[in-house]
C-alpha cells in the first residue's frame, strides 16, 4: 500500500508515527459535533433539573468531557489492535452477559447491571459496539461468495443471537431490538444477496407475532399494545406518551422558553432527565429547537457516513457503519418514542439524555469510528 | 493476491450503494420525525397547548364563610371563629398509619376518631382532605406545626369554625351544624355537601335558613405540579366564595338568658319546661326558650359517647324542644277559651251564678273541683279569677265540646305554625269526630267535662299558649308568631269575636292577677322599680294533673305535690300578658312537674314579662304620664 500525498494516511502510523501528528490527522469535525450535543445535553439536563447543577448537569458535563477523552484514546489506538480485540470484545462482552444472569443487580424488575466494586456496568451496553466489532471482523474474514451461503449466514446470526438471548432474558427489549436491527444491518451492507433478504423477511413475518406470542414479558407485550391503542390506559403506561406529546405540543414553533417549560415544571413528563429529554428541548426551544437537534444529529450521522466512505477496509467499513446504524437507531427509537410513534422501550438519547454508560458507549463507538478512519491506509490481514 | 484485491473493489462498491439504500432510508425516516414535529408544535400546538394548561391549572373550591345568627339587637348567637384543624392529604403519603401515630403523640386521637379518620380516606378519592383533627388548641397548633415535616401528607390549616356563645339558651332553637349526610347529599346538588370540611345546619334555625346561611363556593385557580402540589396559586376577585347572608331572629338574646336564669332551682338543678314570650302586635317571638339546655358547641366540635348518653339518660330531656314540641294539658288556662266560647254562643249569661259544693255529679262520675270544700256562687268572672272547675263543668254542657274546639281553634291551639324552625307539632283540640276517628268511640259528656277545664284530651304547647294569649289580648288580628326577621308572613286574619267579649275575657284575666283573692294576685307584680311599677298585668294559672287521684287518696287527703316523686308532680302553667291596658306582651309557660300553676310558672312568667317590658323602655314611658311633663 503507497500512501497518498505524502501526507499521514495510516502508513506512518504502521511504522509509529508522532501521537501530535496523528491528532492532527483526527476528523475533527465529529468531536466537533459530538461536543456540542453533549453541551446541549448538559443544558437541557440542567433545565430538566429546575437548575440544579448538581442533580445531573455536572456529572453529563464531565462525563462528556471524560468521555471526549476516551474517544480520542480510542481513536488514536491502531486499527489493527481493535481488529485483533474485536473478537475478544466480543467474548467479554458475552461473559459479563452470562454474569448478569448469575450476579446482576435487580433494578425496576429488570436485572441488567454487573457491580464491580468500583462501578456499575451495564454489559448490554457494553455489547452495543461489541457485537459491531465482531461482525465487522466476521465479514471481514470471510470471502464474498460465501456472504450469502448457509454456512456464512450461520456464522453471523450465532454471533447475532447469543447476545440478543441474554440481553432478553434480562429483560431488555429495546436493547434487544436495537441489536438485532444493528446485527441485520451490517449482515445488509456486507452484501447478503437480495434473495436471502427475500426468505429472511418472510421467515420474520411469521416469526415475529410468535416471538411477539411467547417472547415477551406481560408488561413488554403491554407497552406494545400501549403504543398501538394509546386511549387504552390513560393512567398508565401510555400517560408518558400523553404527557410527552402535550410537552412537545404545546411548545408550539418557537417554545416556552429557557427554563419555562409548564410540563416539566409540573414534573408531567417523568424520566425527562434521561430517556424523555427531548420533550424539554421541544417544549423549552420549539419546533426551532427540535429540529436544530435534528439537524446536528444528521450532521453526525452524515460525518459518520463520509468517514465510512473513506475507508478501504471491510472491516473499517462495516465497524464504522455498524456503529453508525447503532447510534442512529438510539435516535430513531428514542424520538420515535417520545413522539408517539413508537412504543415506550426506554432507550436514551445519546449524548443528551443523562446516563454514564451511554455516554461512554456511544462515545467510544465515535473513537473507534475515528480510529477507522484515521488508520484507513492500513491493510488488514484476511484470515478467512 | 490479485483475486483479494478485486474482492475488495467488489465489496467496496457493494458496501457504498447499500450504504447510500441505508442512507436514504435514514434521510427518510428522519424526514418522518420532523413532519411528525412539525404536525405536534404547529399543526396541533392548540390542542395540546389546552391540553397542557388543564395539566396545569385546577380549580379548587373555596368554602364560603357561613352567615351568622343574630337577636333582634345584633348579638351574635352563632357565629365563626377561627379554627384551627389538621387534615390529611392520603395521596401524599404512603405511611398513614405512621403519620397518625406521630399526630397522636403530640395531640391524641382516641380509636373511635382514628376509626372514622381511616374509614373516610377509604371513602375518598385519595387527594380529598380528611379531617384529622378539629378546634386544635394554639398550642398543640403551633407544636404540631413545628413537626410539621415527620408528618407527611398532614396540611395545617386555620379555617372557619362555628361556635353558639350564649351558653346554649338558644341551643333549640338555632339547632346545629354537621357534615353532610348522604341524603342530604342526594337532596342538594351543591358541590360544596362533597367536601369533607363543609358544614350544613341540621337542626333549628341553621337547617331552616340553611339556604341564606351557606353563601356560594368560590373557585381559585392554582397551578398545580404532577403530583397535585400546589406550585402557584392565581387568585381571581369575580370567583371568591359569596359569604352566606346573616340571619337576625326576632329574639332578644338577654332576655332569653334571663328567662333560662329564672329555671334554676336550689337544689334540683334547672327546672323542665318552656316559656315563650310574644309581641301581642306583631308576633315577634322574643323569647323561645327550652329547658334544660344543651351546649350546641358539643354537637360541632364532635359528641362523645358519655355526652350522648347523659343527654339520653336525663329525665328533664335537655334535647327536646319543649317550647315547640312539648304538649301538655293547657288545664285551667283552656278556661279562658270556653269562658270565650259561652260567650260568643250566646246561651250563658255570664252574670248568671253555679253553685260550687267542691264537686259535680253526671251520671254515675263525680268531678271535683280543686277546692274540695267548694267556691259557692260563682258568676263567669269570679269563676276565672278562682279557678273554679265546677262552673265551667256546668257550663261546657250547655254548649258543647265543638263549640269550644271552635273557639280553641280560632285563638290559635291545635295549630302548628311556620316559624321556620321544624319540629312544632299541633297539639290537640279534642272534638267529637276527633275522638270518633283516633278511638273509634263516642264522646261522652264527661269527655267536655274534662276539656272544659284543659284536661283529658286537650293538648297545647307553650308557643300555642301564648299565641292564645296574644291574640286575646290583641283583640282584632289573628296573630301569628314568627322568629325570623324578614320571614314572609300572610297578613294576619281578624279574629272575628265580638270585641265586649273578649274585653270580657281580659277584665276575668286582669281580676286573676291584680284583684286580691285572685289565684296568681300580687300587688306589683313586676316589682317596685319605677320602670314598671303600676303596670297591670292579667293572666291565667293552670295546674296540670299529670296522674290519676283515687277516691280513698281523696278520703284521706291528696298527697301534697312536694311529697311526690318529681315524675308525678303536676305540671306548672301560666299564661299572662302585659301591660293590662295596652297590651304589648303575651307569655305562655309550662314547667314540667313544677307544682301549681299559681306558683312556679306565675313567678318565672311575672319575673320574664316585667323584664321584657323593661327592656322594651315601655314601663318607663307609660311612667311618664303627661302630667308629669307639664
Given at each position: 500500500?503507497?500512501a497518498?500525498?505524502?501526507?499521514?494516511?495510516?502508513?506512518?502510523?504502521a511504522?509509529?508515527g508522532?501521537?501530535?501528528?496523528?491528532?492532527?490527522?483526527?476528523n475533527?469535525?465529529?468531536?466537533?459535533?459530538?461536543?456540542?450535543?453533549?453541551?446541549?445535553?448538559?443544558?437541557?439536563?440542567?433545565?430538566?433539573?429546575?437548575?440544579?447543577?448538581?442533580?445531573?448537569?455536572?456529572?453529563?458535563?464531565?462525563r462528556?468531557?471524560?468521555?471526549?477523552?476516551?474517544?480520542?484514546?480510542v481513536?488514536?489506538?491502531?486499527?489493527?489492535?481493535?481488529?485483533?480485540?474485536?473478537?475478544?470484545?466480543?467474548?467479554?462482552?458475552?461473559?459479563?452477559?452470562?454474569?448478569v444472569?448469575?450476579?446482576?443487580?435487580?433494578?425496576?424488575?429488570?436485572?441488567r447491571?454487573?457491580?464491580f466494586?468500583?462501578?456499575?456496568?451495564?454489559?448490554?451496553?457494553?455489547?452495543?459496539?461489541?457485537?459491531?466489532?465482531?461482525?465487522?471482523?466476521?465479514?471481514?474474514?470471510?470471502?464474498?461468495?460465501?456472504?450469502?451461503?448457509?454456512?456464512?449466514?450461520?456464522?453471523?446470526?450465532?454471533?447475532?443471537?447469543?447476545?440478543?438471548?441474554?440481553?432478553?432474558?434480562?429483560?431488555?427489549?429495546?436493547?434487544?431490538?436495537?441489536?438485532?436491527?444493528?446485527?441485520?444491518?451490517?449482515?445488509?451492507?456486507?452484501?447478503i444477496?437480495?434473495?436471502?433478504?427475500?426468505?429472511?423477511?418472510?421467515?420474520?413475518?411469521?416469526?415475529?407475532?410468535?416471538?411477539f406470542?411467547?417472547?415477551?414479558?406481560?408488561?413488554?407485550?403491554?407497552?406494545?399494545?400501549?403504543?398501538?391503542?394509546?386511549?387504552?390506559?390513560?393512567?398508565?403506561?401510555?400517560?408518558h406518551?400523553?404527557?410527552?406529546?402535550?410537552?412537545?405540543?404545546?411548545?408550539?414553533?418557537?417554545?416556552?422558553?429557557?427554563?419555562r417549560?409548564?410540563?416539566?415544571?409540573?414534573?408531567?413528563?417523568?424520566?425527562?432527565r434521561?430517556?424523555?429529554?427531548?420533550?424539554?428541548?421541544?417544549?423549552?426551544?420549539?419546533?426551532?429547537?427540535?429540529?436544530?437537534?435534528?439537524?446536528l444529529?444528521?450532521a453526525?450521522?452524515?460525518?459518520?457516513?463520509?468517514?465510512?466512505?473513506?475507508?478501504?477496509?471491510?472491516?473499517?467499513?462495516?465497524?464504522?457503519?455498524?456503529?453508525?446504524?447503532?447510534?442512529?437507531?438510539?435516535?430513531?427509537i428514542?424520538?420515535?418514542?417520545?413522539m408517539?410513534?413508537?412504543?415506550?422501550?426506554?432507550?436514551?438519547l445519546?449524548?443528551?439524555?443523562?446516563?454514564?454508560?451511554?455516554?461512554?458507549?456511544?462515545?467510544?463507538g465515535?473513537?473507534?469510528?475515528?480510529?477507522?478512519?484515521?488508520?484507513?491506509?492500513?491493510?488488514?490481514?484476511?484470515t478467512? | 493476491?490479485?483475486?483479494?484485491?478485486?474482492?475488495n473493489?467488489?465489496?467496496?462498491?457493494?458496501?457504498?450503494?447499500?450504504?447510500?439504500?441505508?442512507?436514504?432510508?435514514?434521510?427518510?425516516?428522519?424526514?418522518?420525525?420532523?413532519?411528525?414535529?412539525?404536525?405536534?408544535q404547529?399543526?396541533?400546538?392548540?390542542?395540546?397547548?389546552?391540553?397542557?394548561?388543564?395539566?396545569?391549572?385546577?380549580?379548587?373550591?373555596?368554602?364560603?364563610?357561613?352567615?351568622?345568627?343574630?337577636?333582634?339587637?345584633g348579638?351574635?348567637?352563632?357565629?365563626?371563629?377561627?379554627?384551627?384543624?389538621?387534615?390529611?392529604?392520603?395521596?401524599?403519603?404512603?405511611?398513614?398509619?405512621?403519620?397518625?401515630?406521630?399526630?397522636?403523640?403530640?395531640?391524641?386521637?382516641?380509636?373511635?376518631?382514628?376509626?372514622?379518620?381511616?374509614?373516610?380516606?377509604?371513602?375518598?378519592?385519595?387527594?380529598?382532605?380528611?379531617?384529622?383533627?378539629?378546634?386544635v388548641?394554639?398550642?398543640?397548633?403551633?407544636?404540631?406545626n413545628?413537626?410539621?415535616?415527620?408528618?407527611?401528607?398532614?396540611?395545617?390549616?386555620?379555617?372557619?369554625?362555628?361556635?353558639?356563645?350564649?351558653?346554649?339558651?338558644?341551643?333549640?332553637?338555632?339547632?346545629?351544624?354537621?357534615?353532610?349526610?348522604?341524603?342530604?347529599?342526594?337532596?342538594?346538588?351543591d358541590?360544596?355537601?362533597?367536601?369533607?370540611?363543609?358544614?350544613?345546619g341540621?337542626?333549628?334555625?341553621?337547617?331552616?335558613?340553611?339556604?341564606?346561611?351557606?353563601?356560594?363556593?368560590?373557585?381559585?385557580?392554582?397551578?398545580?405540579?404532577?403530583?397535585?402540589?400546589?406550585?402557584?396559586?392565581?387568585?381571581d376577585?369575580?370567583?371568591?366564595?359569596?359569604?352566606?347572608?346573616?340571619?337576625?331572629l326576632?329574639?332578644?338574646?338577654?332576655?332569653?338568658e334571663?328567662?333560662?336564669?329564672?329555671?334554676?332551682?336550689?337544689?334540683e338543678?334547672?327546672?323542665?319546661?318552656?316559656?315563650c314570650?310574644i309581641?301581642?302586635?306583631?308576633?315577634e317571638?322574643?323569647?323561645?326558650?327550652?329547658?334544660?339546655?344543651?351546649d350546641?358547641?358539643?354537637?360541632?366540635?364532635?359528641?362523645?359517647?358519655?355526652?350522648?348518653?347523659?343527654?339520653?339518660?336525663?329525665?328533664?330531656?335537655?334535647?327536646y324542644n319543649?317550647?315547640?314540641?312539648?304538649?301538655?294539658?293547657?288545664?285551667?288556662?283552656?278556661k279562658?277559651?270556653?269562658?270565650?266560647?259561652?260567650?260568643?254562643?250566646?246561651?250563658?249569661?255570664p252574670?248568671?251564678?253555679?253553685?260550687?259544693?267542691?264537686?259535680?255529679?253526671?251520671?254515675?262520675?263525680?268531678?271535683?273541683?280543686?277546692?274540695?270544700q267548694?267556691?259557692?256562687?260563682?258568676?263567669?268572672r269570679?269563676?276565672?279569677?278562682?279557678?273554679?272547675?265546677?262552673?265551667?263543668?256546668?257550663?261546657?254542657?250547655?254548649?258543647?265540646?265543638?263549640?269550644?274546639?271552635g273557639?280553641?281553634?280560632?285563638?290559635?291551639?291545635g295549630?302548628?305554625?311556620?316559624?321556620?324552625?321544624?319540629?312544632?307539632?299541633?297539639g290537640?283540640?279534642?272534638?267529637?269526630?276527633?275522638k270518633?276517628?283516633?278511638?273509634?268511640?263516642?264522646?261522652?259528656?264527661?269527655d267536655?267535662?274534662?276539656?272544659?277545664?284543659?284536661?283529658?284530651?286537650?293538648?297545647?304547647?307553650?308557643?300555642?299558649l301564648?299565641?292564645?294569649?296574644?291574640?286575646?289580648?290583641?283583640?282584632?288580628?289573628?296573630?301569628?308568631?314568627?322568629?325570623?326577621?324578614?320571614?314572609?308572613?300572610?297578613?294576619?286574619?281578624?279574629?272575628?269575636?265580638?270585641?265586649?267579649?273578649?274585653?270580657?275575657?281580659?277584665?276575668?284575666?286582669?281580676?286573676?292577677?291584680?284583684?286580691?283573692?285572685?289565684t296568681?294576685?300580687?300587688?306589683?307584680?313586676?316589682?317596685?322599680?319605677?320602670?314598671?311599677k303600676?303596670?297591670?298585668?292579667?293572666g291565667?294559672?293552670g295546674?296540670?294533673?299529670?296522674?290519676?287521684?283515687?277516691?280513698?287518696?281523696?278520703?284521706?287527703?291528696?298527697?301534697?305535690?312536694?311529697?311526690?316523686?318529681w315524675?308525678?308532680?303536676?305540671?306548672?302553667?301560666f299564661v299572662?300578658?302585659?301591660?293590662?291596658?295596652?297590651?304589648?306582651?303575651?307569655?305562655?309557660?309550662?314547667?314540667?312537674?313544677?307544682?301549681?300553676?299559681?306558683k312556679?310558672?306565675?313567678?318565672?312568667?311575672?319575673?320574664?314579662?316585667?323584664?321584657?317590658?323593661r327592656?322594651?323602655?315601655?314601663?318607663?314611658?307609660?311612667?311618664?304620664?303627661?302630667?308629669?311633663l307639664?
Amino acid at each position: 500500500m503507497v500512501a497518498r500525498g505524502g501526507s499521514f494516511q495510516g502508513a506512518v502510523s504502521a511504522s509509529g508515527g508522532s501521537l501530535t501528528g496523528k491528532l492532527y490527522e483526527i476528523n475533527w469535525l465529529l468531536p466537533t459535533l459530538v461536543g456540542v450535543l453533549g453541551l446541549v445535553g448538559v443544558t437541557m439536563i440542567f433545565a430538566a433539573t429546575d437548575g440544579v447543577w448538581r442533580y445531573g448537569a455536572f456529572q453529563h458535563f464531565v462525563r462528556i468531557g471524560f468521555g471526549g477523552l476516551v474517544m480520542l484514546a480510542v481513536a488514536l489506538i491502531d486499527i489493527r489492535v481493535w481488529y485483533r480485540l474485536a473478537y475478544p470484545a466480543y467474548a467479554v462482552g458475552l461473559i459479563m452477559l452470562i454474569g448478569v444472569e448469575f450476579v446482576g443487580l435487580e433494578v425496576n424488575g429488570s436485572v441488567r447491571w454487573l457491580d464491580f466494586g468500583f462501578t456499575r456496568l451495564q454489559p448490554s451496553e457494553f455489547m452495543k459496539p461489541a457485537i459491531v466489532l465482531a461482525l465487522a471482523r466476521y465479514y471481514h474474514d470471510l470471502p464474498a461468495h460465501r456472504v450469502s451461503h448457509v454456512a456464512g449466514l450461520l456464522g453471523a446470526l450465532i454471533l447475532l443471537i447469543l447476545p440478543m438471548v441474554l440481553i432478553l432474558r434480562q429483560p431488555d427489549l429495546g436493547t434487544t431490538l436495537l441489536l438485532a436491527t444493528t446485527g441485520v444491518v451490517v449482515v445488509f451492507l456486507a452484501g447478503i444477496s437480495w434473495r436471502v433478504i427475500g426468505f429472511a423477511s418472510l421467515f420474520a413475518s411469521v416469526a415475529i407475532p410468535l416471538f411477539f406470542k411467547f417472547g415477551l414479558k406481560p408488561y413488554q407485550q403491554e407497552r406494545v399494545w400501549t403504543y398501538l391503542d394509546p386511549a387504552r390506559d390513560p393512567s398508565g403506561a401510555s400517560y408518558h406518551i400523553t404527557q410527552s406529546k402535550i410537552a412537545l405540543g404545546s411548545g408550539g414553533v418557537n417554545g416556552k422558553g429557557f427554563m419555562r417549560g409548564t410540563q416539566r415544571q409540573g414534573e408531567y413528563v417523568p424520566e425527562n432527565r434521561t430517556d424523555f429529554i427531548f420533550t424539554v428541548i421541544g417544549e423549552e426551544f420549539g419546533l426551532v429547537g427540535g429540529l436544530l437537534t435534528i439537524g446536528l444529529y444528521m450532521a453526525v450521522i452524515a460525518v459518520c457516513i463520509w468517514l465510512s466512505l473513506q475507508c478501504k477496509e471491510m472491516f473499517s467499513k462495516l465497524l464504522v457503519l455498524g456503529l453508525t446504524t447503532t447510534f442512529t437507531l438510539y435516535i430513531f427509537i428514542n424520538l420515535g418514542m417520545v413522539m408517539g410513534l413508537a412504543p415506550v422501550v426506554g432507550v436514551p438519547l445519546p449524548l443528551i439524555s443523562y446516563g454514564g454508560t451511554v455516554v461512554l458507549a456511544v462515545m467510544g463507538g465515535f473513537g473507534l469510528m475515528l480510529s477507522a478512519h484515521l488508520h484507513r491506509g492500513i491493510e488488514l490481514p484476511r484470515t478467512g | 493476491m490479485p483475486s483479494t484485491i478485486s474482492q475488495n473493489k467488489i465489496d467496496k462498491n457493494l458496501v457504498t450503494r447499500r450504504t447510500a439504500i441505508l442512507g436514504a432510508g435514514g434521510v427518510g425516516v428522519f424526514g418522518v420525525l420532523g413532519a411528525r414535529l412539525y404536525q405536534l408544535q404547529v399543526l396541533q400546538a392548540e390542542d395540546y397547548r389546552t391540553l397542557s394548561d388543564n395539566n396545569r391549572f385546577n380549580f379548587n373550591m373555596l368554602l364560603p364563610e357561613r352567615g351568622e345568627i343574630k337577636d333582634r339587637f345584633g348579638v351574635p348567637l352563632a357565629r365563626n371563629r377561627q379554627n384551627f384543624r389538621l387534615v390529611m392529604i392520603p395521596e401524599r403519603t404512603s405511611e398513614i398509619g405512621k403519620t397518625l401515630d406521630r399526630v397522636s403523640r403530640i395531640s391524641p386521637i382516641s380509636p373511635r376518631q382514628r376509626e372514622s379518620i381511616e374509614k373516610d380516606i377509604r371513602q375518598n378519592p385519595k387527594f380529598v382532605p380528611i379531617l384529622v383533627k378539629d378546634n386544635v388548641d394554639w398550642e398543640t397548633f403551633t407544636a404540631l406545626n413545628m413537626q410539621l415535616h415527620a408528618l407527611p401528607g398532614i396540611v395545617s390549616e386555620a379555617g372557619q369554625g362555628r361556635a353558639y356563645p350564649e351558653n346554649g339558651v338558644f341551643s333549640h332553637v338555632l339547632g346545629y351544624i354537621g357534615r353532610a349526610s348522604q341524603k342530604d347529599i342526594e337532596g342538594d346538588d351543591d358541590p360544596l355537601l362533597k367536601q369533607p370540611t363543609f358544614r350544613i345546619g341540621k337542626t333549628g334555625v341553621e337547617a331552616a335558613e340553611e339556604k341564606t346561611l351557606r353563601g356560594s363556593s368560590g373557585k381559585l385557580k392554582v397551578e398545580v405540579n404532577a403530583r397535585g402540589r400546589i406550585v402557584r396559586e392565581w387568585p381571581d376577585p369575580e370567583t371568591r366564595a359569596k359569604r352566606g347572608k346573616d340571619v337576625w331572629l326576632t329574639l332578644d338574646a338577654e332576655l332569653q338568658e334571663f328567662a333560662a336564669k329564672q329555671f334554676a332551682t336550689e337544689d334540683e338543678g334547672d327546672d323542665s319546661g318552656g316559656v315563650c314570650l310574644i309581641d301581642v302586635l306583631t308576633g315577634e317571638l322574643r323569647t323561645l326558650l327550652s329547658m334544660p339546655t344543651f351546649d350546641a358547641n358539643l354537637f360541632v366540635s364532635g359528641l362523645t359517647q358519655s355526652d350522648m348518653d347523659r343527654m339520653n339518660s336525663d329525665p328533664k330531656r335537655p334535647q327536646y324542644n319543649k317550647a315547640i314540641a312539648g304538649g301538655y294539658p293547657p288545664a285551667s288556662t283552656y278556661k279562658m277559651v270556653v269562658m270565650l266560647a259561652a260567650l260568643e254562643s250566646g246561651l250563658i249569661d255570664p252574670r248568671k251564678t253555679v253553685f260550687c259544693s267542691g264537686k259535680l255529679r253526671l251520671g254515675n262520675r263525680t268531678f271535683h273541683c280543686w277546692k274540695r270544700q267548694g267556691h259557692g256562687k260563682m258568676d263567669m268572672r269570679d269563676a276565672l279569677k278562682n279557678s273554679c272547675d265546677t262552673y265551667f263543668y256546668d257550663i261546657s254542657q250547655i254548649i258543647g265540646i265543638d263549640a269550644i274546639a271552635g273557639v280553641a281553634r280560632r285563638l290559635g291551639l291545635g295549630e302548628s305554625y311556620d316559624i321556620s324552625i321544624g319540629g312544632s307539632i299541633s297539639g290537640i283540640v279534642p272534638t267529637e269526630s276527633w275522638k270518633q276517628q283516633r278511638f273509634g268511640t263516642g264522646w261522652r259528656m264527661g269527655d267536655t267535662l274534662n276539656a272544659s277545664i284543659g284536661q283529658g284530651f286537650v293538648l297545647a304547647t307553650p308557643l300555642q299558649l301564648a299565641v292564645m294569649t296574644a291574640r286575646i289580648a290583641n283583640t282584632q288580628d289573628a296573630v301569628l308568631p314568627n322568629l325570623v326577621i324578614g320571614q314572609s308572613l300572610p297578613n294576619f286574619e281578624p279574629l272575628d269575636f265580638n270585641p265586649v267579649h273578649l274585653a270580657y275575657v281580659r277584665d276575668a284575666m286582669w281580676s286573676v292577677t291584680s284583684e286580691p283573692g285572685g289565684t296568681a294576685y300580687r300587688q306589683n307584680p313586676f316589682g317596685t322599680d319605677t320602670t314598671v311599677k303600676g303596670i297591670e298585668m292579667a293572666g291565667k294559672t293552670g295546674t296540670g294533673q299529670v296522674r290519676g287521684i283515687s277516691a280513698a287518696e281523696r278520703a284521706t287527703g291528696i298527697r301534697k305535690n312536694e311529697k311526690l316523686p318529681w315524675k308525678l308532680r303536676d305540671h306548672s302553667i301560666f299564661v299572662g300578658f302585659a301591660p293590662y291596658d295596652r297590651p304589648r306582651f303575651a307569655i305562655g309557660t309550662i314547667v314540667e312537674h313544677g307544682g301549681s300553676g299559681s306558683k312556679r310558672a306565675a313567678d318565672i312568667s311575672r319575673a320574664v314579662l316585667g323584664e321584657a317590658l323593661r327592656r322594651d323602655g315601655l314601663g318607663q314611658a307609660s311612667a311618664l304620664d303627661p302630667g308629669a311633663l307639664r
